[in-house]
């Protein structure tokens, strides 16, 4: 399913945020589980580009690359693949979906409230918190300082 941009979604996303957009079909600003589920079985099937039923790491990679926002929690093929057998399963993919899905979750209801995807600012650089002197003081030796 496409993504809706939908009331009150927020600019910068948690981890799985594009993906869960994605889900919301009927467009309410609300994700049910039956979103999640029907979203994440139309993911994998995408996201199986031979359509063996399974995922390698490449096409794993692939599909994370191809959301419409830069995810790296997606990208890596181990979380998907906890047995190492080196093959995706769609129970496998779903699992994955599933717990990052319920870290969102409303406490008093089972759906993802889109705004609440919202990621916190990031930190500044360690560079950007060095010492910068302001320009409008005149330094120390400097005339009129």
């Given at each position: 399913?496409?993504a809706?941009?939908?009331?009150?979604t927020p600019?910068?996303?948690?981890a799985?945020?594009?993906?869960?957009l994605?889900?919301?079909?009927?467009?309410?600003g609300?994700?049910?589980?039956?979103?999640?589920?029907?979203g994440?079985?139309?993911?994998?099937?995408?996201?199986?580009?031979?359509?063996?039923g399974?995922?390698?790491?490449?096409?794993q990679?692939?599909?994370?690359?191809?959301?419409p926002?830069?995810?790296?929690?997606?990208t890596?093929p181990v979380?998907?693949?906890?047995?190492?057998?080196?093959?995706?399963?769609?129970?496998?993919f779903?699992?994955?979906?599933?717990?990052?899905?319920?870290?969102?979750?409303?406490?008093?209801?089972?759906?993802?409230?889109?705004?609440?995807?919202?990621?916190?600012k990031?930190?500044?650089?360690r560079?950007?918190?060095?010492?910068?002197?302001?320009?409008?003081q005149?330094?120390?030796?400097?005339?009129?300082?």
């Amino acid at each position: 399913p496409e993504a809706r941009n939908a009331k009150g979604t927020p600019d910068r996303l948690v981890a799985g945020g594009g993906l869960f957009l994605s889900f919301d079909t009927n467009g309410d600003g609300r994700i049910t589980p039956e979103e999640v589920r029907a979203g994440t079985a139309a993911a994998f099937l995408k996201a199986d580009t031979n359509g063996d039923g399974f995922l390698t790491a490449f096409e794993q990679i692939t599909w994370a690359e191809s959301l419409p926002t830069r995810d790296d929690s997606l990208t890596n093929p181990v979380r998907f693949d906890p047995n190492l057998d080196r093959q995706v399963s769609p129970e496998e993919f779903e699992t994955v979906i599933a717990e990052l899905a319920a870290h969102y979750v409303e406490d008093n209801s089972d759906a993802i409230v889109i705004a609440d995807l919202k990621a916190p600012k990031p930190k500044p650089d360690r560079a950007d918190k060095l010492y910068r002197p302001d320009p409008r003081q005149t330094p120390r030796g400097a005339p009129g300082g």
